[in-house]
């Protein structure tokens, strides 16, 4: 077999080339797959048949000189919370267990047209609820650097299998961090676009003002190649921006000269000492490359959980109520449909879901929306308009993706609130709606990848892939 | 925002609370079980009480991350759904319709 | 109805009517809204609430909205969605996209035909639900099915929910009310208001109170399928209000059922039954801020209300603007061909009587030409026909399509006399029948009924009749 190459844009040039076919492709990463994912646990299913049929479809076309899209041959692997016609579409939730949906979601319709093959669906905490991928309801995925060790969540199992080599590129979502934390664990590079930018048609919804669909690659090139793919806007998501997406390739070779990169003065405290030492490296790199370190302060920035932790579940208790047992999915039969209700979403969802619906509905409730929800949203006002003030002086906003490296299994499922503080450094990014990227940048304790995170203003790609791919070259040296 | 007490103590949420909204959102949740997840969510709205220091008054409420309006479609038909396709995957159905037990106990 | 309650005593109603838009697909997404399809047909993601599902406004159920905004005097505000959460099987998402305190039109008002003005507080959008049949029942009923079976084809349908302010007095206005409502909504196109098929809805608040005092407690009645049964629905709920506060008692603020066959209401469910809803906005959708220049087009759009019309045709005429030939021409939407007859020269009075008499099953635009009425109201007007014989070419004109008064009068025999003739034939009748003359004269005015029929049969039927009256009344002094 030829030499498959390991990223998205060499196998997509190979393939188009012809110096190796779609199947081959297919076919050497289904053998990595089989090998390598009964100790990883990364997919929730494996698609073979629909992989091998694309792949062929594929081949069939560059053989009779049809245009193929620009992703054409390149395995994708799909977090199993977006809908895939035909096929389980589970969220890693017993409640969804075996659901097939009747449509695809936009992503997938987009990237079949670019000519990307699914080589499966990968694992996740229940309804992206979480940052280790141990609240799925089919067992977790296990850190492909240390296997005692969690991926990080909620999209683990597609950060665990780019980072194993199982596909070179995957697709996650990311509400409070859930694609940019489990890069950080898993040292692959992790982007959340701006909210808005992919289009969350058939994205099963967890916080449907957070969400957001992203890429991960074990290069920044390929994440800026799938990132162009997916963005743009789709009419069938009211949310959707319609801005043309910029050349984001270009952008993660243009270098860093003249730029300013804000450093958060005043930001929570909680990171290893480790991460926080990687962190400085990588300003004093970005230096070296030509930019400019700007102070900034981000004040209300310690809040952030605080509004997270109230916005995102009162959504998430609406968008979860679907699930009843009436129309798809599990029920558990009862004398009357109350009292199916009742014992379906009993049976059928996990702790961690139940303890956000319930915090959720709390955050609602009569009495309670102005104490809880209410004030959540005027705390976002706060953080917003203190990144609107930072990017008045700096391009870019850098800080550590994940406060520690990625930690053992049952370190924190017993402590919902120290598994959540996982997230303080990715949380922000989501209440402004803006983007952001991890970039795999040195090693921490016991040798496991730490990232740095590239925040950037709304509609800020260019800059953020400006730094990212700075970065990612002057962290290769490492 | 409101402490309960419970004993003495004061909890952001009390194990009433828990069982009144595990019930607005169907959820049985057995009663063994209300008790460890009172406490669980106590600690996180503990964690709430840090926005009590802040002054919200003259802050407007952030609903939206990107400032879009008047996004609408037009009164065009688009393909359907295949009734069959979408039948089989339901937990049950009759005559060409979703089926449920009778339904008691819920207001319309 | 001065004897439903005592003396000092009043009831308040206010009303709240759910429209269907009558738009080709539904409010948040593209299957169509269609009435009477095979179940589960007209179904989506958006519909079925399906995980990763979607919605999109559209933009012809706002401009239906606009629409009726406007027809209600409402002023039309930048406005938002909102989530109303709570659990029914109908409900695809377990939750209803409705608008909550920022709707799209507030503060308007619809005029009764008898001149009350009642207020018109809001008119917002919201999605209906599906339709569940229950099943193994008696009645039909939830209560004692042993399953229940749903059609999602309706959820998502637009609705426009109308919320009247508690101005109504009684069941009259309230009747004249959903009446009224109905003909505008019919006039502007927004939705053919079918009480019979579920595509206009109604239910309303009740209460009672002591003239001068605060309103009392009120309680909603739903399940009203008729303009008529909403007003015996509220009359009996008024009635049973006042007696219980007669009698000591508290009303309990709940939602009560109609029953029409029994011809009372009971409880369906006490304020605390319901759910919290949980109101927040929906962060699915953004914002709607319709501009001046399309607020001005849609009132473009919006025709000569029924209330106007009435008016127009009543001022054009003379006849009472209350009355019932204006009401139902109106309704008919036979108006327009009223005036048109006098824009050629016809009678617009005598028109009017004619096409409420003779076109109850011609279309708004009705299939005789104008000027084949006009002719005709001229000859009565000049006595070239009498009223009788009017009555009768019309007929056939309407029969026909269409045809010249004129001809069809001559062909029937139908000829003008002129007065002194008719003079002569009563001057002989008086002599033939000295004897009801004198009962006449005495004042029997049942005698006149033998002279005018001996004038009838002497002038061959051709004296008319009001003519005939009009000299025996003079010729008696």
């Known amino acids: ?478 | 925002m409101k402490a309960r007490n419970i004993e003495g103590v004061t909890s952001p949420i009390s194990a009433e609370d828990v069982a009144k909204v595990a019930r607005l959102a169907r959820l049985d949740i057995a009663d063994s079980d209300i008790t460890h997840f009172t406490e669980q969510l106590a600690k996180v709205m503990d964690h709430f009480r840090d926005v009590d220091a802040l002054d919200l008054s003259a802050v407007q409420p952030m609903t939206q991350p990107y400032p879009l309006v008047n996004v609408l479609r037009a009164d065009e038909e688009q393909p359907c759904l295949d009734r069959d396709e979408v039948l089989a995957a339901a937990p049950a159905a009759e005559d060409g319709r979703f089926r449920v037990p009778p339904i008691i106990g819920l207001v319309e | 109805m001065s004897t439903l309650l005592p003396e000092g005593w009043e009831l308040i109603c206010g009303l709240e009517v759910h429209v269907e838009l009558a738009t080709k697909t539904k409010l948040f997404s593209g299957s169509p809204n269609r009435f009477g399809d095979e179940p589960n047909t007209n179904i989506d993601p958006v519909t079925l609430g399906l995980p990763g599902a979607l919605p999109v406004l559209n933009e012809q159920a706002v401009e239906l909205a606009m629409r009726i905004g406007l027809a209600l005097n409402c002023t039309i505000q930048p406005c938002t969605f909102h989530r109303k959460n709570y659990f029914y099987p109908d409900m695809p998402k377990a939750y209803q996209i409705s608008q909550y305190d920022q709707p799209l039109n507030i503060d308007g008002f619809l005029d009764l035909p008898s001149g009350v003005r009642i207020g018109v507080e809001r008119a917002h959008l919201e999605e209906d639900t599906g339709k569940s049949t229950h099943i193994g029942g008696a009645t039909g009923r939830i209560h004692g099915s042993e399953y229940s079976l749903i059609d999602f084809n309706r959820a998502g349908v637009p609705l426009v929910e109308i919320v009247s302010r508690p101005d109504i007095r009684s069941a009259e206005d309230a009747r004249q009310y959903v009446a009224e409502l109905r003909a505008i909504l019919l006039a502007i196109g927004a939705s053919d208001a079918k009480m019979e098929e579920g595509s206009m809805r109604c239910d309303a608040n009740v209460s009672v109170h002591r003239v001068g005092t605060p309103f009392g407690t009120r309680c909603e009645i739903k399940n009203v399928n008729s303009i008529r049964a909403l007003g015996r629905a509220i009359e009996y709920e008024a009635r049973r209000q006042y007696d219980v506060i007669d009698s000591g008692g508290t009303i309990r603020q709940e939602t009560r059922h109609w029953d029409d066959a029994e011809g009372r209401t009971h409880t369906l469910r006490t304020k605390e039954d319901a759910d919290d809803y949980r109101y927040f906005l929906e962060p699915d959708l953004v914002p709607l801020v319709p501009s001046a220049e399309w607020i001005s087009r849609v009132r473009a759009n919006v025709p000569m209300l029924p209330a106007a019309r009435r008016t127009r045709l009543a001022d054009a005429t003379g006849a009472d603007v209350q009355g019932e030939a204006v009401s139902v021409i109106v309704e008919r939407g036979q108006d327009d061909y009223v005036l048109s007859v006098g824009e050629v020269g016809g009678d617009v009075a005598r028109a009017l009587v004619y096409v409420q008499q003779a076109f109850s099953e011609e279309p708004s635009t009705p299939r005789i030409p104008a000027k084949d009425i006009a002719a005709l109201t001229v000859m009565e007007r000049d006595s070239k026909v009498t009223s009788t014989q009017a009555k009768t070419v019309l007929a056939d004109i309407v029969a026909n399509g269409g045809g010249d008064p004129a001809a069809i009068a001559a062909a029937k025999g139908f000829e003008a006399i002129d007065t002194s003739e008719v003079e002569g034939f009563v001057d002989q009748a008086i002599a033939a029948d000295p004897d009801a003359w004198a009962k006449f004269c005495n004042g029997e005015q049942k005698a006149m009924g033998a002279l005018v029929g001996l004038v009838m049969k002497a002038s061959k039927g051709k004296a008319d009749g009001k003519v005939v009256t009009a000299i025996l009344n003079s010729r008696r002094g």
Not at chain 1, 74 to 84: E, G, L, Q, R, S
Not at chain 1, 239 to 263: D, F, N
Not at chain 1, 459 to 474: C, D, H, I, K, Y
Request: hydrophobic fraction near 40%.
């Open chain 1, 1 to 478: 077999m030829a030499n498959i190459p390991t990223t998205a844009a060499g196998i997509a040039d190979a393939v188009q080339s012809r110096e190796v076919s779609a199947t081959e492709v297919v076919e050497h990463h289904l053998n990595v797959i089989a090998q390598r994912d009964g100790d990883i646990n990364a997919f929730n299913l494996v698609t073979s048949e629909h992989a091998r049929a694309a792949a062929l479809r594929i081949d069939n076309a560059i053989a009779s000189g049809a245009a193929v899209g620009p992703l054409a041959g390149v395995p994708i692997a799909i977090k199993d919370n977006m809908c895939t016609r035909g096929i389980p579409t589970t969220c890693s939730s017993h409640i969804l267990e075996g659901w097939k949906p009747p449509y695809d979601a936009t992503v997938i319709t987009t990237l079949g047209a670019a000519g990307a093959v699914m080589v499966g669906k990968t694992n996740l905490d229940e309804f992206a609820m979480g940052s280790s991928t141990e609240n799925s309801a089919f067992g977790p995925t296990r850190n492909p650097l240390d296997t005692s060790r969690v991926p990080g969540g909620s999209s683990g199992g597609s950060a665990a299998a780019v980072a194993a080599g199982l596909a070179p590129v995957s697709l996650g979502s990311d509400t409070g961090g859930s694609i940019r934390q489990p890069a950080a664990l898993c040292g692959v590079v992790g982007v959340k676009p701006t909210y808005g930018r992919v289009s969350r048609y058939g994205l099963v919804a967890f916080a449907s003002s957070l969400d957001q669909i992203g890429p991960f690659a074990t290069t920044v090139d390929d994440a800026a190649l799938i990132t162009e793919v997916i963005a743009g806007h789709d009419p069938k998501d009211s949310t959707s921006i319609p801005q043309p997406v910029p050349s984001l390739r270009a952008a993660a070779r243009e270098g860093v000269q003249g730029m300013r990169i804000g450093r958060v003065t005043d930001l929570p405290e909680g990171a290893e000492p480790e991460v926080a030492a990687r962190l400085n490296e990588a300003f004093a790199a970005l230096e070296s490359a030509g930019a400019r370190i700007v102070d900034v302060t981000l004040p209300s920035l310690s809040y952030a959980l605080t509004a997270y932790y109230l916005i995102a579940p009162a959504e998430a208790s609406s968008n979860l109520a679907r699930y009843d047992g009436v129309r798809y999915g599990m029920r558990t039969s009862a004398a009357d449909t109350n009292a199916m209700y009742g014992a379906t979403r009993a049976a059928g969802f996990g702790d961690e879901v139940k303890r956000r619906i319930m915090l959720g509905t709390y955050a609602l409730s009569a009495g309670y929306y102005d104490a809880y929800y209410g004030k959540a949203l005027k705390v976002r006002r706060l953080i917003s308009d203190d990144f609107d003030r930072a990017y008045a002086q700096a391009d870019v906003v850098l800080m550590p993706t994940s406060p520690m490296v990625a930690f053992p299994f049952g370190d924190k499922v017993d402590d919902p609130m120290s598994m959540y503080l996982c997230d303080i450094y990715t949380i922000p990014t989501n209440l402004a709606g803006h983007p952001a990227m991890s970039v795999p940048f040195g090693t921490g304790a016991h040798g496991l990848p730490v990232g740095v995170q590239v925040l950037a203003p709304a509609l800020g790609e260019v800059a953020m892939f400006r730094v990212g791919g700075a970065l990612e070259a002057a962290g290769g040296a490492r």
